[in-house]
């Protein structure tokens, strides 16, 4: 449709556009809408097809010329939205008569994002701590290793039962001359027992082969009918004690866990994949602190819209964390200071994304067909879908183009963070520590 369009600037981040829909455009779809009723209208005098225009403007002009405009309205704007970044719903703040032959004049005002002058974005300076692989650390993950090992074994060393243990025991439970329960060999699990529940508490300590007598009352959760909730003289004998068992760390340990060379090799695999968690998580860290002397560099309003979209994005990631750790996503309620540090960190995220997709603009950092494929394809192993299944999603909800802004932001971030001077600290030492190198210091002087 022909239009003619002005725009103004009224803000750094609100533009108001002033349209202009020519007489002849109007007076030809009034013309059509007319000719359209004339054919399927129905009035009582009046043969099909032959109603008179005039008698047509008379009963349905005011919803026609309703109908033109808003219909113009919506069509003019979705035309000139590629003139506009819009950052949220338009807003029509005047609209001029419909009339056929006379021009059509409405104005729209809209937010958009921001166009910020970048100052310095190349050579930051960002310092960020880095710590280095402990002992302590590799222990650790060995034992985490070994745990997966675990396995119930019989208790060789003379000692007594202990809590999380399995013991096999003969049992006699009786009430008073009533013998209850005759078990020459029941396994008594002391960690979570089905059958006897409160026999527990006779067992432990008791070594292999002793005995002990006493009265116990038998919790409400046996699964036994004859002896819930029943209060019973109970004798035990201990004929073996088996618990899981973590094996100690050998060349054999090692090859059956899947590494090469023995223990050492094994610590030293292990110090190699600690380091990379380390580095990655540091890396991630002087990213923050890269966006974070971005922003705080350039000082400029965003859209409420492009605040509100983070928030919602924030808000709905939060309630899902907070379902993992058990609580009904549907009765969570976000907290007046939880909201306020979300609507914060919302804030920041929008002038991010501004100042990372304008620095991308400058740089001609462009995301490729290539490069949507590979992020489809992480989504789709992180979700164990097919990357064909998420991308016939994201046309569905036709959120391409969002994935296509998250992955130059990406490009973008590893792009500064290329150009920018990296340097990593040793993190602070703690008061404690602190004291003891000097005290160690000072007994070396000695």
């Known amino acids: 449709m022909q239009y003619e369009v002005e725009s103004q600037q009224l803000t750094t981040i609100r533009r108001r556009l002033e349209f202009s829909v020519p007489g002849s455009a109007v007076k030809a779809e009034l013309k059509m809408e007319y000719d359209k009723l004339r054919r399927t209208v129905r009035l009582r005098g009046f043969r099909p097809g032959k109603v008179p225009v005039s008698v047509i403007k008379k009963r349905f002009g005011d919803q026609v010329r309703a109908d033109i405009a808003e219909r113009m309205v919506n069509q003019v704007w979705r035309e000139a939205i590629g003139t506009v970044e819009a950052a949220g719903q338009p807003k029509l703040v005047e609209r001029g008569e419909l009339k056929g032959g006379h021009d059509f004049s409405f104005v729209i005002e809209v937010d958009v994002r921001p166009e910020v002058e970048l100052g310095e974005y190349t050579g930051m300076d960002i310092e960020y701590v880095r710590r280095e692989v402990a002992e302590s650390d590799i222990d650790q993950m060995v034992q985490v290793k070994l745990a997966s090992l675990r396995r119930i074994q019989e208790v060789e060393e003379d000692r007594g039962v202990l809590a999380g243990d399995f013991v096999l025991t003969g ?25 006897y529940p409160g026999i527990e508490g006779l067992l432990l300590g008791l070594k292999k082969g002793e005995e002990k007598s006493g009265e116990v009352t038998i919790a409400d959760t046996s699964v036994l009918d004859q002896v819930q909730g029943r209060t019973l003289t109970a004798k035990v004998r201990v004929e073996a004690i088996q618990a899981y068992l973590t094996p100690d760390l050998t060349d054999d340990i ?76 549907r009765t969570i309620v976000i907290d007046e200071a939880t909201s306020a540090d979300l609507r914060g960190r919302a804030t920041f995220a929008a002038k991010a994304s501004v100042l990372l997709l304008q620095v991308g603009k400058a740089e001609s950092i462009e995301v490729t067909a290539a490069d949507l494929d590979a992020k489809i394809a992480e989504i789709a192993a992180q979700r164990g879908q097919t990357p064909q299944a998420i991308r016939g999603y994201l046309e569905r909800e036709q959120a391409l183009p969002v994935l296509q802004t998250r992955v130059t932001e990406e490009k973008v971030i590893a792009w500064l963070m290329e150009n920018a001077n990296l340097t990593a600290v040793a993190p602070p030492v703690e008061p404690e520590e602190a004291a003891a190198e000097t005290a160690a210091a000072d007994g070396g002087e000695e």
């Open 171 to 195: 049992l006699t439970l009786t009430d008073g001359e009533e013998e209850v329960i005759e078990e020459p060999g029941t396994l008594i699990n002391t960690a979570n027992e089905r059958f």
């Open 254 to 329: 090692a090859g059956e866990l899947g590494y090469e060379g023995g223990v050492d090799g094994m610590r030293g695999a292990i110090q190699m994949e600690l380091d990379e968690r380390i580095d990655a998580s540091a890396r991630e860290a002087a990213q923050v602190k890269l966006l974070q002397k971005l922003v705080a560099d350039h000082e400029f309003d965003v859209p409420t819209a492009m605040v509100d979209e983070q928030y919602e994005a924030l808000v709905e990631e939060h309630k899902i964390r907070r379902a993992y750790a058990g609580e009904d996503m």
